[in-house]
């Protein structure tokens, strides 16, 4: 398949392909005669895949171990729940501290909402954004 229909076929720019390539994320595609990249048949289900994870927030990092574990052949059902699992911990993780920090906000500025649109904001006059 042609850089140009695994584009159509997979929504990607063939500049995402291509980075896909160089990162080792799909398999290197055969040169033609003609010097054309020819990606074998099972690329847009890798395209997808990838662009799965990535939905579910895996960084290319874990994607690409992700992929080499399951390429070897040796990677159990249980392995993969596993890793959905510290994902979802990580997540988890990420929203707590998120809603910390929008507690810290909204406790900072929260005397800004007394004040006029012109007056000088109390917090940052004296610097307690800490």
């Given at each position: 398949m042609l850089i140009g229909s695994l584009s159509k076929t997979t929504g990607l720019s063939r500049d995402t392909i291509r980075f896909y390539e160089r990162e080792g994320l799909i398999s290197t595609p055969v040169r033609r005669d003609n010097n054309y990249?020819?990606?074998p048949e099972d690329t847009p289900r890798h395209l997808r895949f990838i662009k799965q994870l990535q939905a579910r927030g895996f960084t290319l990092s874990e994607i690409r171990s992700f992929l080499s574990d399951s390429h070897s052949g040796s990677m159990t059902c249980?392995?993969?729940?596993?890793?959905f699992r510290e994902k979802v911990v990580r997540?988890?993780?990420q929203?707590?501290?998120l809603q910390a920090e929008r507690e810290r906000l909204t406790q900072s500025f929260s005397a800004c909402a007394d004040s006029t649109p012109r007056s000088i904001c109390k917090p940052v006059r004296a610097k307690e954004l800490g």
């Open positions: 990249k020819e990606y249980g392995e993969v729940g596993q890793r997540i988890d993780e929203i707590a501290t």
